[in-house]
């Protein structure tokens, strides 16, 4: 009885496997969402001014951010917890596919995160006459807490590891 559970919830890793290939499908959405925004700056690049076109450039730069958070969580997540993706040695093949963990997968999401939250917070800074100043100031909060929650993980791992490495071994 004892393996037959525990077969079953080593099995159960493959329930995950749809939200996977669901991500995948989202990717393709965020694809098609970054198409139809340079499309949208293609016909005025010429009339935009200097600012519109960085901010323009910092959608595009904010879409393909968010399409790496994705495949580093698609790829990660997916072998991690569901099966390892077996590509051999394909040239095209990410150096960190297959050796990030769930600790390394943290860092590179918050790190993601964070990158994503500042060009957010560029954007609004380049429209600040725009912007309530009380908007501006939740974003910096917001921002300021994502790298510190950051360096709080990295600090954490940081702790982890050393912790092993000085503990006696039997």
Same mark, same amino acid.
């Given at each position: 009885?004892?393996?037959?559970?525990?077969?079953?919830?080593?099995?159960?890793? $493959?329930?995950?496997?749809?939200?996977?290939? *669901? /991500?995948?499908?989202? !990717?393709?959405?965020?694809? =098609?969402?970054?198409?139809?925004?340079?499309?949208?700056?293609?016909?005025?690049?010429?009339?935009?001014?200097?600012?519109?076109?960085?901010?323009?450039?910092?959608?595009?730069?904010?879409?393909?951010?968010?399409?790496?958070?994705?495949?580093?969580?698609?790829?990660?997540?997916?072998?991690?917890?569901?099966?390892?993706?077996?590509?051999?040695?394909?040239?095209?093949?990410?150096? $960190?596919?297959?050796?990030?963990?769930?600790? *390394? /997968?943290?860092?590179? !999401?918050?790190?993601?995160? =964070?990158?994503?939250?500042?060009?957010?917070?560029?954007?609004?800074?380049?429209?600040?006459?725009?912007?309530?100043?009380?908007?501006?100031?939740?974003?910096?909060?917001?921002?300021?807490?994502?790298?510190?929650?950051?360096?709080?993980?990295?600090?954490?791992?940081?702790?982890?590891?050393?912790?092993?490495?000085?503990?006696?071994?039997?």
């Amino acid at each position: 009885m004892e393996r037959f559970l525990e077969n079953v919830m080593f099995a159960s890793r $493959w329930l995950m496997a749809p939200f996977y290939f *669901g /991500l995948v499908a989202a !990717l393709a959405l965020l694809m =098609v969402k970054f198409i139809q925004e340079f499309a949208h700056i293609v016909p005025t690049v010429l009339e935009l001014s200097d600012t519109n076109m960085i901010l323009s450039l910092l959608t595009l730069i904010d879409l393909s951010l968010a399409g790496n958070l994705m495949l580093i969580v698609i790829f990660s997540g997916y072998e991690n917890f569901v099966s390892k993706i077996h590509v051999g040695d394909h040239e095209d093949k990410p150096e $960190w596919m297959g050796k990030v963990d769930f600790s *390394g /997968l943290k860092l590179k !999401l918050i790190a993601s995160i =964070v990158a994503i939250s500042g060009i957010q917070l560029l954007k609004q800074f380049m429209r600040a006459a725009e912007v309530d100043k009380e908007v501006l100031m939740w974003l910096v909060i917001v921002h300021l807490a994502f790298v510190v929650t950051g360096v709080l993980l990295a600090l954490m791992d940081l702790i982890t590891a050393r912790a092993h490495k000085i503990e006696p071994r039997h």
